[in-house]
């Protein structure tokens, strides 16, 4: 029994910790919670236990953030386990710090990490271990106003097509369904409807939404006055949101994204 242990002692070695995968857990236009599995390994003939960990991690080579996880585990002889780093970003204070990443797709990060272990051989031991990658960015899609395209007008209403641009600033596609619009013209409210159908939008492309719609002299009031006597500028308030998917890891799909647009049109 003496020999033994005394070989056993002599063959002692410091568990080994192993960056294994990154996932997105969760994903949208305001923030990200990142999972990282750690392989943790015991290659000795007799159980470790472990403390937790702490990390710290980094955007574009700079900290952002750091935390501490008191968290026991343990682990047998000659075994392996995973253990999982969860971090969680926003991305309003990720450009409160990083300005320049306003105008990009992505980020690089660094995630360091060190993990506590304690036992009667080895004592109190901190094993570090690094992962690094790219993560993406997701914008959120950009809607403006297009063009009012008077058909007919006359003294009882008028004809008009609405077009409405939707912009995909992101280098995936997305595909945007149930929107719904309200648009006021000079106070007074021109269209209130739901669109059920399923709009894709390439990445970084563009689509063009056309809403025909009948107007009464009410719904018009004076804005039909100014614009068959020739006065082709009213104000206009646009609002309204649509559910958003994308073709991103991690991106639920049917994540309500609200517009608000509001200003002053004139007709060619």
């Known amino acids: 029994m003496s020999c033994s242990s005394l070989r056993d002692a002599a063959n002692v070695q410091e568990p080994n910790v192993s960056f294994q995968d990154m996932s997105i857990d969760r994903i949208t236009f305001d923030g990200v919670t990142l999972l990282f599995d750690f392989e943790v390994e015991n290659p000795n003939s007799f159980g470790v236990s472990g403390s937790g960990y702490n990390y710290e991690f980094f955007i574009n080579e700079s900290s952002f953030i750091s935390g501490i996880e008191e968290e026991d585990f343990s682990l047998g002889r000659e075994s392996k386990q995973t253990i999982q780093v969860p971090v969680t970003l926003n991305f309003n204070e990720v450009y409160n710090s990083f300005r320049s990443l306003v105008q990009q797709d992505s980020l690089s990060y660094a995630l360091d990490t060190e993990v506590e272990f304690d036992s009667p051989v080895l004592g109190s031991r901190k094993v570090p271990v690094r992962a690094s990658g790219e993560l993406p960015i997701p914008k959120a899609p950009k809607i403006s106003l297009g063009e009012f395209d008077v058909k007919d007008i006359s003294l009882s209403g008028a004809e008009i ?101 509001s200003g002053t049109y004139r007709l060619d």
């Open 161 to 261: 097509e609405v077009s409405f641009e939707v912009e995909n600033p992101n280098p995936f596609a997305i595909s945007i369904a149930n929107t719904a619009y309200e648009l006021a013209v000079n106070d007074r409210e021109w269209l209130d409807t739901t669109l059920d159908e399923n709009i894709r939008i390439a990445s970084s492309g563009k689509q063009t939404i056309r809403i025909p719609i009948r107007l009464n002299s009410s719904q018009m009031g004076s804005a039909l006055m100014d614009i068959m006597s020739g006065n082709t500028a009213f104000e206009y308030d646009l609002k309204g949101s649509a559910d958003i998917s994308a073709d991103l890891e991690g991106f639920r799909d049917g994540q309500s994204f609200p517009f608000d647009l």
